[in-house]
């Protein structure tokens, strides 16, 4: 069981919106650590989506959205499509681990 | 480009060595973490540890410490993760990535493109 809790599935159809949370503790998210998230495909790399809680890398459309507030955060996706169909990820640091941690992970299903 | 490639899928029965590499390119490697991050079969990623190149400075996840070695040469830009003796419960992909940021509030911006381990007998 990993300390960033994540709900193991969400699903919308083309062209709404989904959120995913990540729900953590005061020894990560609340102890002031950044959150930074993750698309995955099996088979594949992981890529970056959001890091420092709300800062995406330029190759990644504004669709993508982060915040946090409290011990938890949340990845917003506006404007669903298919091609984002994939598992997601959160990631902190945790003092009472010495390290960082990553969620459980998410899967995320278009309908 | 930032680019990390890792090398080939390894089948290994248990209690046999292994060593795996994750090759950089496009950046200045020394000054750059690089991180491990195992993913089981059907599983999510956990993060194993992480080293920083220019002094070999090391932080494993406490459920690795002791399990696997990190390493890293920076005459070839190639940082490594290596087991003495290998068990079936290390079957796994295993995924290098390059981490940005400072202090505690890393990050990881590019990814190698994972390195599959079989460990069967």
């Known amino acids: 069981q990993s300390v960033l809790t994540q709900p193991p599935s969400v699903s919308g159809a083309p062209g709404q919106r989904v959120t995913i949370s990540c729900t953590g503790s005061?020894?990560?998210?609340?102890?002031?650590?950044?959150v930074h998230w993750y698309q995955h495909l099996p088979g594949t790399a992981p890529k970056l989506l959001i890091f420092g809680n709300n800062n995406r890398p330029s190759r990644v459309p504004d669709r993508f959205s982060g915040s946090k507030s409290g011990t938890s955060a949340s990845l917003a996706i506006t404007g669903l499509q298919a091609e984002d169909e994939a598992d997601y990820y959160c990631q902190s640091y945790d003092t009472s681990l010495s390290g960082w941690v990553f969620g459980g992970g998410t899967k995320l299903t278009v309908l | 480009e930032v680019l990390l490639v890792q090398s080939g899928a390894e089948v290994k029965k248990p209690g046999d060595s292994l060593k795996i590499s994750c090759k950089g390119s496009g950046y200045f490697f020394p000054s750059y973490w690089i991180g491990w991050v195992r993913q089981m079969p059907g599983k999510g990623l956990e993060w194993m540890g992480i080293?920083?190149?220019?002094?070999?400075?090391?932080t494993y996840s406490p459920s690795f410490q002791g399990q696997v070695i990190m390493s890293a040469d920076t005459s070839t830009n190639t940082a490594y993760l290596q087991w003495r003796s290998l068990k079936a419960s290390d079957t796994a992909m295993y995924y290098c990535?390059?981490?940005?940021?400072?202090?505690?509030?890393?990050?990881?911006?590019?990814w190698g493109q994972g390195t599959l381990v079989t460990v069967s007998s």
């Open positions: 990535a390059r981490g940005l940021g400072s202090g505690n509030q890393n990050w990881f911006d590019a």
């Open positions: 005061h020894s990560n998210i609340g102890a002031g650590y950044d």
């Open positions: 080293i920083y190149p220019a002094d070999s400075h090391t």
